[in-house]
């Protein structure tokens, strides 16, 4: 079950819904917004990938009754993040290597699975593996060799997207 977003011109508000929005739900909200001075109110359920307006509209003539009127459009399945950045678990000197004088273990375009070994850091002359935790084919290596690193800082960038 997700939790659709309720959102107004005075702010957002969390609304616990089912897949999709029920007969009473609707009645309820057009209620709230009769007895109110909200003008719209808008209804997004990324996991049904629909999107509900309700606006006021003005009478033209008598300028008094407010009427509301419905605007319902599906919406493509929201994308999906499709890229993965590894970061530094501690700080050190970054090395692309295993073992000094060896050859780098991925480099741009290779595809590596979750918990292939990508790179070194050498922190207090020891050096600790970093893995990554996702699959997917290498976009960017962000770090050179030899270039010290915080924690948390991007190391390489994945693609997952054909992976997941």
Known sequence: MDSGTLASSNGDYRVSQEEYIKVEQLKRLVQMMD???VSEIEVKQSAAGT???LRKAKLAESG???IVEVVEESEEAPEVEKKFTVTAPLVGIFHPWAKPKGKALVSVGDKVKAGQLIGTIQS???L???ETSVAGRV???LVQD???V???QPLVTLDIAEEA
């Open 64 to 66: 008094t009754k407010d």
């Open 124 to 126: 207090l002359n020891v």
């Open 150 to 152: 915080e924690y948390g």
């Open 128 to 130: 600790n593996e970093v």
């Open 139 to 141: 976009l960017e290596v």
């Open 146 to 148: 030899g270039q010290p």
């Open 35 to 37: 007895k109110s001075d």
């Open 51 to 53: 999107r509900l307006v």
